[in-house]
């Protein structure tokens, strides 16, 4: 079984601060870590992913995070928000025999000006 | 990355009535899902779903309620049936995807908002 946690429902950050979301995941086997965007009334946005090699991974719009075994944690960081980061972000995890996805339960972003 | 639309995009249906979601993406796929997104939740996979198998649906999920189709690799539908208030949703499919050979990551619709009255 494999399970995705999300600490914190809601973050709130000033432009240009950095961006900080954190995600912790079970899995019985070697997981796909993947992080996704929701603007409003939109579908899901595929951000960055981790399926193997190195551990530290950059997606769009100038998100990485970083995958530590050690801690079971994939955290999603941005150096400067910007206003347009205002939506909610999924972390999810997938086995790499079925690809089924495992959601976490959102962060809702603000961007305060 | 794929394509993928889906109708209708929303739509307001009373009890006991059921509906037909379409998902068309334009290319070729292996797999396909669909998801359920109820409100201010997380995403919940509801079933997988290959041509020329039939779906796999998650614990809590059942066929009868949430029959799906897949006659080609382009195309699959998800009928909500018998519908109640508790199904008001959002419902997206995905589509399995990758570059390079690599076919690990999922690409979403933009979704079906269903409410139910």
């Known amino acids: 079984a494999q399970s995705v946690t999300q600490l914190g429902s809601h973050v709130s950050v000033s432009e240009g601060a950095l961006v900080l979301l954190r995600c912790n995941y079970s899995?019985?086997?070697?997981?796909?870590l993947f992080w996704y965007v929701q603007y409003p009334n939109q579908g899901l946005q595929l951000l960055l992913k981790y399926t193997t090699g190195a551990t530290l991974v950059k997606g769009i719009n100038g998100f990485e995070a970083e995958f530590k075994k050690s801690e079971t944690s994939f955290h999603l960081t941005k150096p400067s928000a910007h206003m347009s980061d205002a939506a909610e972000y999924f972390c999810a995890v997938s086995r790499s025999n079925d690809y089924k996805l495992s959601f976490g339960a959102g962060t809702t972003v603000t961007v305060r000006a | 990355s794929a394509v993928i639309s889906q109708k209708p995009s929303r739509d307001i249906c009373q009890r006991g009535t059921s509906l037909t979601i379409q998902c068309q993406v334009d290319s070729q796929v292996t797999m396909m899902f669909w998801y359920r997104q109820q409100p201010g939740q997380s995403l919940t996979l509801i079933a997988t779903?290959?041509?020329?198998?039939?779906?796999?649906?998650e614990s809590g999920f059942v066929i009868d309620k949430f029959p799906i189709s897949r006659p080609n690799l382009t195309f699959s539908t998800l009928t909500v049936s018998n519908m109640s208030p508790e199904d008001s949703s959002i419902y997206l499919c995905s589509v399995l995807g990758g570059a390079g050979g690599h076919y690990n990551e999922q690409f979403f619709g933009p979704g079906t908002r269903l409410t139910v009255l």
């Open positions: 899995s019985s086997v070697p997981p796909y």
């Open positions: 779903a290959n041509q020329g198998s039939e779906a796999t649906y």
